[in-house]
């Protein structure tokens, strides 16, 4: 068994699949209790020590807490969460109500980190948000503050947010918008750690163009090219995607949601595998136009 320490492998285990049926590639719905321990215990085995997760996704709290009482690694596992942004961010006895229930369910004492959910929440900030935020650290509930961005403008803004230690983003082979706005280079100057999510795009990415729903028809193109790319270079479009992100962001923490043990272990083994040589101007010349409808999901419904 290949063994990973938490130096050589900066991965966090994204849990939205973990508690809902998420993503346009899933094909096994939300698993049983039993299926996320044995997801969790193997994660756990290769090193990873970082949990993503929100009040949003479904039962995944909760699912996560039940296997790390089971595991034993409550106390020592590091949970980045985010309050339901339905709620109102400025009510102090609200948030402090909603942060209780995320630890009791997680069955942890205190949070590694705590995200704003949406780009959004920044505008309120001013309103008393900025303050409750800071209120948590100072009691010891949460270590870090943070915030999950759509936008490099929304990136870039939160680097001016005193306290803000982290920033969540997407990247992928499809879309480079924030290395384009030097987001990661101003995150360096700013002490933020950067967490990627959306590496393949909800599956998208490994998808072949036979295998998309009608109303998806507008990306077929792009996995053409993503295949052509894959033969060409004669790798894995999983060693295409998960290459290009280690080579592109080294400093950058990777996101990575699984539906199996079996797909963890396929996404672990090719990070480890040393990307292809020139592989970032391979990919960024291959998909320097990509539509916005294709890398956001939020206009993928039908």
């Known amino acids: 068994m290949i063994m990973y320490t938490e130096r050589s492998l900066p991965i966090v285990l994204g849990t939205a699949q973990l508690g809902q049926s998420y993503g346009i590639a899933n094909k096994t719905g939300r698993p049983r209790q039993a299926h996320v321990t044995d997801i969790i215990q193997a994660a756990w085995s290769r090193?990873?020590?970082?949990?993503?997760?929100?009040?949003?996704?479904?039962?995944?709290?909760?699912?996560l807490g039940v296997a790390f009482a089971s595991l034993g690694i409550s106390s020592e596992a590091r949970v980045i969460s985010k309050i339901d942004p339905a709620l109102d961010h400025r009510d102090a006895a609200v948030m402090s109500g909603a942060l209780e229930s995320s630890l009791q369910?997680?069955?942890?004492?205190?949070?590694?980190?705590l995200m704003l959910h949406k780009e959004s929440l920044l505008s309120e900030l001013s309103s008393g948000l900025e303050d409750i935020l800071h209120s948590f650290v100072r009691s010891g509930k949460i270590k870090k503050i943070g915030v999950s961005v759509y936008s490099p403008e929304a990136a870039l803004e939160s680097f001016g947010v005193k306290g803000f230690d982290m920033v969540q983003?997407?990247?992928?082979?499809?879309?480079?918008?924030?290395?384009?706005?030097?987001?990661?280079?101003?995150?360096?100057?700013?002490n933020?750690?950067?967490?990627?999510?959306s590496?393949?795009?909800?599956?998208?990415?490994?998808?072949?163009?036979?295998?998309?729903?009608?109303?998806?028809?507008?990306?077929?193109q792009a996995l053409e090219k993503i295949n052509a790319l894959s033969e060409e270079l004669n790798v894995t479009k999983l060693e295409l995607a998960l290459g290009y992100i280690k080579a592109r962001y080294p400093e950058a923490k990777?996101?990575?949601?699984?539906?199996?043990?079996?797909?963890?272990k396929s996404d672990l083994e090719c990070w480890e595998k040393k990307p292809v040589s020139n592989l970032i101007p391979l990919v960024e010349n291959y998909f320097d136009s990509i539509e916005e409808r294709i890398v956001n999901p939020s206009l993928w419904k039908s």
Request: positive net charge.
């Open 254 to 264: 990777l996101i990575i949601g699984v539906e199996t043990v079996e797909q963890l």
């Open 105 to 113: 369910r997680l069955g942890v004492a205190s949070l590694y980190g």
């Open 192 to 197: 933020r750690q950067v967490y990627i999510r």
């Open 169 to 190: 983003l997407p990247a992928n082979i499809l879309d480079s918008r924030f290395a384009r706005k030097r987001v990661f280079e101003f995150a360096a100057k700013a």
């Open 199 to 220: 590496v393949l795009l909800q599956g998208l990415i490994l998808m072949e163009p036979r295998e998309l729903p009608g109303h998806m028809a507008f990306a077929r």
């Open 47 to 63: 090193g990873i020590r970082e949990f993503d997760t929100a009040q949003d996704y479904g039962q995944s709290e909760k699912m």
